[in-house]
């Protein structure tokens, strides 16, 4: 998504039973992430589902296996990620008509 919230490019449906991060590999979608955070310094900041892309592709860290609380620095670190991405998610709402 644009900074505006608006969509620069879709791509054609994939099956469903696809993970998120196997679809953009096989798009090649993470090849232009990665000259993208490297060439043009613009990072790309994504959900849980694209945890272990790379360089270059911001995630959410995930919550402790063993009932601890994250710590307080990567609490923050994910709020501070949800709050950038929240015009992305608005644009995805556009595309889908929600």
């Given at each position: 998504?644009?900074?505006d919230?608006?969509?620069?490019?879709t791509?054609?449906?994939?099956?469903?039973?696809?993970?998120?991060?196997?679809?953009?590999?096989?798009?090649d979608?993470?090849g232009?992430?990665?000259?993208?955070?490297?060439?043009l310094?613009?990072?790309?900041?994504?959900?849980?589902g694209y945890?272990?892309?790379?360089?270059?592709?911001?995630?959410?860290?995930?919550?402790?296996?063993?009932?601890?609380?994250?710590?307080?620095?990567?609490?923050?670190?994910?709020?501070?990620?949800?709050?950038?991405?929240?015009?992305?998610?608005?644009?995805?709402?556009t595309?889908?008509?929600?």
């Amino acid at each position: 998504m644009r900074p505006d919230g608006l969509p620069i490019w879709t791509s054609d449906v994939m099956p469903g039973h696809l993970h998120d991060i196997t679809c953009a590999h096989q798009l090649d979608v993470t090849g232009a992430l990665y000259w993208a955070a490297s060439q043009l310094d613009l990072p790309t900041l994504a959900d849980i589902g694209y945890q272990g892309a790379g360089q270059g592709i911001h995630t959410p860290h995930k919550q402790p296996t063993d009932g601890k609380k994250l710590a307080p620095d990567n609490r923050a670190y994910n709020r501070c990620l949800r709050t950038l991405r929240a015009q992305g998610e608005r644009g995805f709402a556009t595309l889908t008509g929600r």
